[in-house]
């Protein structure tokens, strides 16, 4: 499920086991986040209004909230509202709504690192590459710096 929160404090911590995970105090209750890529961007952003993919469970009557993944600092000026809501206001004013399938959290990530590594080579390397090649170099690099974490 979609959220907006805002981190206050972390604590990092491991379980019995010895897997490493963080403890996020939040203004929603606590959470924890066991996947190290998304706590390292997690760390980065405490006192913000961030939106992040959570899960909840239950266990003998304790409920349980894990942050899955991080989807960014949310544009203000792009508000998230209930679809249906929106296109059956739309409907009912006679203007039809095209949907368009919303961008996958981590996809987003690694295109805009992409880009800017491809924004830096390109910069330095001053035509001496072209533009297609410079690209998939830049998605060689994301992809091998994401294989060397995992």
Not at 89 to 95: E, F, H, R, S
Not at 100 to 126: F, Q, R, V
Request: charge should be negative.
């Amino acid at each position: 499920m979609k959220t907006r929160l805002t981190i206050s404090g972390f604590e990092n911590k491991q379980t019995k086991m010895g897997t490493p995970y963080v403890a996020f105090d939040t203004d929603k209750g606590k959470m924890n986040c066991f996947d190290a890529m998304v706590y390292d961007q997690l760390r980065d952003v405490v006192n913000k209004l961030i939106s992040v993919e959570i899960t909840t469970r239950e266990v003998n009557g304790k409920t349980f909230s894990n942050i899955k993944s991080y989807l960014g600092i949310p544009n203000e000026a792009f508000e998230e509202f209930d679809s249906d809501d929106v296109q059956k206001g739309m409907g009912d004013a006679g203007i039809t709504v095209k949907q368009y399938a919303k961008p996958n959290g981590t996809a987003t990530m690694y295109t805009s690192y992409a880009k800017d590594i491809y924004c830096s080579l390109n910069e330095h390397k001053k035509a001496q590459i072209e533009p297609k090649d410079l690209m998939e170099l830049a998605i060689d690099l994301v992809k091998q710096a994401k294989s060397a974490f995992e």
